[in-house]
T-cell receptor, first 112, second 114 residues
C-alpha cells in the first residue's frame, strides 16, 4: 500500500514568517508530486507540482523535493492570514498509476 | 465561467433514498473523477473516466453508479443511501491521465443522510 504521510497540525506561525509543510511518501519510485490548498468548506485547489529533486519556486511558494529521503516540502514565505488553510500533498506512485495518493493534509494557521 | 461545476451544493436526504450529483467541466479536459472526502478530510478516489470511458473503479459499493454522457460531464447516482454515505463528494478534472497533470476540483456536494 502506497502511503503519503502529513502531520495533521495545526501548524501555527506568525504573520510574515516562513511556514514549512512536510510530506513523506513510501513508494521510492514516485515521480510526480503536487501540493493543493483547501480552505475550510471549500474544494482543494492546485498550488504547484514538482518532479525533480531540488527546489521549485512560484511566487511566495517553494516546493522542495528529496527523492533519496522520500519527502516533499512546501515553504510559504511571508505567510499571511489568508494562507490559513489545509495543505494536501498528492503523490503519484511508480508504475504509471493514473491516480495520486493524497495525504490527509496539514492545517496551517497564520496569526496576525 | 466556473471551470468545474457541481450540483447540488448541499443534499440532505433520508436513508434508502436515491439521489444524483451532476458535474460539468468547461476546461476541455479529457479526464474526470469522483472523490469522496470523509469527516477526517481524507480524499478517496471512487471513479475516473477518460473520454467517456471508465478507467478507474475503486472498491465502491455498487449502489454508486457513475455515468459520463460526454467528456465534459460526469454524473454520480447513488441508490439506497446509507448513513455512512454522508460525506463531501468532489468532482475533478485533469487534462489527461498522465502523472504530469494536476486536478481542478469542483466546489463539492455535501451529502447528509439522515
Amino acid at each position: 500500500q502506497k502511503e503519503v504521510e502529513q502531520n495533521s497540525g495545526p501548524l501555527s506561525v506568525p504573520e510574515g514568517a516562513i511556514a514549512s509543510l512536510n510530506c513523506t511518501y513510501s513508494d521510492r519510485g514516485s515521480q510526480s508530486f503536487f501540493w493543493y490548498r483547501q480552505y475550510s468548506g471549500k474544494s482543494p485547489e492546485l498550488i504547484m507540482s514538482i518532479y525533480s529533486n531540488g527546489d521549485k519556486e512560484d511566487g511566495r511558494f517553494t516546493a522542495q523535493l528529496n527523492k533519496a529521503s522520500q519527502y516533499v516540502s512546501l515553504l510559504i514565505r511571508d505567510s499571511q492570514p489568508s494562507d490559513s488553510a489545509t495543505y494536501l500533498c498528492a503523490v503519484f506512485a511508480s508504475g504509471g498509476s493514473y491516480i495520486p495518493t493524497f495525504g490527509r493534509g496539514t492545517s496551517l494557521i497564520v496569526h496576525p | 465561467d466556473t471551470a468545474v461545476s457541481q450540483t447540488p451544493k448541499y443534499l440532505v436526504t433520508q436513508m434508502g433514498n436515491d439521489k444524483s450529483i451532476k458535474c460539468e467541466q468547461n476546461l476541455g479536459h479529457d479526464t474526470m473523477y469522483w472523490y469522496k472526502q470523509d469527516s477526517k478530510k481524507f480524499l478517496k478516489i471512487m471513479f475516473s473516466y477518460n473520454n467517456k470511458e471508465l478507467i478507474i473503479n475503486e472498491t465502491v459499493p455498487n449502489r454508486f453508479s457513475p455515468k459520463s454522457p460526454d467528456k465534459a460531464h460526469l454524473n454520480l447516482h447513488i441508490n439506497s443511501l446509507e448513513l455512512g454515505d454522508s460525506a463531501v463528494y468532489f468532482c475533478a478534472s485533469s487534462q489527461d491521465t498522465g502523472q504530469s497533470y494536476g486536478y481542478t476540483f469542483g466546489s463539492g456536494t455535501r451529502l447528509t443522510v439522515v
